[in-house]
């Protein structure tokens, strides 16, 4: 899952709106979809109910907006799929980017919380899961096409090689968790052999 940059805000309104998205972020990091309360979001803003209320009139529209700003950001994270160099060169990109958005001290944890409740059978969960179906189905159209590019061996079993591919970046986002102090620029290496172990280094001709 993706955590949104934010743009710059257009109006007073929306830089409001980010604001108490900001706080709800923070608060359900902390406390999770399910344990935050609308009473926790409004000190953690530092607003009162009412004012809260002009923005969004429940927790699960707060929840639906940070889904909607993730699948955004999301899709905006795959565009670099279709970049240049190797298949391999693009996924690391992409994977960078995405560890990198998990690196906020007060959010972070935010997007543990996203996968753990993307696999429960709540609304939360579904919405989020969504999300994730959108950037599976990007991820293997690239791939289909570096495999017909012969970047990827004919006999690599990509839906399994995704498993393990996603796998590897949950995995990543719980350890950087666990261990914030780690540097990402100091795993990148690691994290590149990993990739290139699953799908293969581009064959000698194709292109990159």
Do not use: W
């Not at 950001?73 to 670099?80: E, I, L, R, S």
């Not at 399994?160 to 590897?168: Q, S, Y």
């Not at 914030?180 to 795993?187: D, F, K, V």
């Amino acid at each position: 899952m993706f955590q949104l940059i934010d743009s710059e805000p257009v109006s007073a309104h929306d830089q409001r709106r980010l604001h108490v998205l900001g706080a709800a972020r923070s608060c359900f990091a902390r406390s999770g979809f399910h344990g935050a309360s609308m009473q926790q979001i409004c000190a953690e803003a530092q607003m009162s109910p009412g004012a809260l209320y002009r923005y969004f009139p429940s927790k699960d529209a707060i929840i639906e907006a940070i889904a909607e700003e993730e699948r955004i950001q999301a899709a905006a994270c795959m565009q670099a799929l279709a970049g240049g160099g190797s298949i391999v060169d693009r996924i690391t990109a992409v994977a960078m980017d995405y560890l990198r958005t998990t690196r906020d001290p007060a959010t972070g944890g935010l997007m543990v919380e996203i996968c753990s409740e993307s696999i429960r059978n709540t609304a939360v969960g579904k919405r989020f899961h969504e999300v994730e179906k959108e950037v599976r189905t990007a991820f293997m159209a690239s791939l289909r096409t570096a495999q017909a590019d012969g970047e990827i061996d004919a006999d690599i079993d990509l839906e399994n090689a995704l498993f393990v591919l996603f796998a590897l970046g949950d995995g990543l986002l719980m350890r950087l968790q666990i261990e914030p102090e780690i540097s990402l620029e100091s795993i990148e290496r690691y994290l590149r052999r990993s990739i290139a172990g699953i799908f293969g280094e581009p064959r000698r001709g194709a292109p990159n």
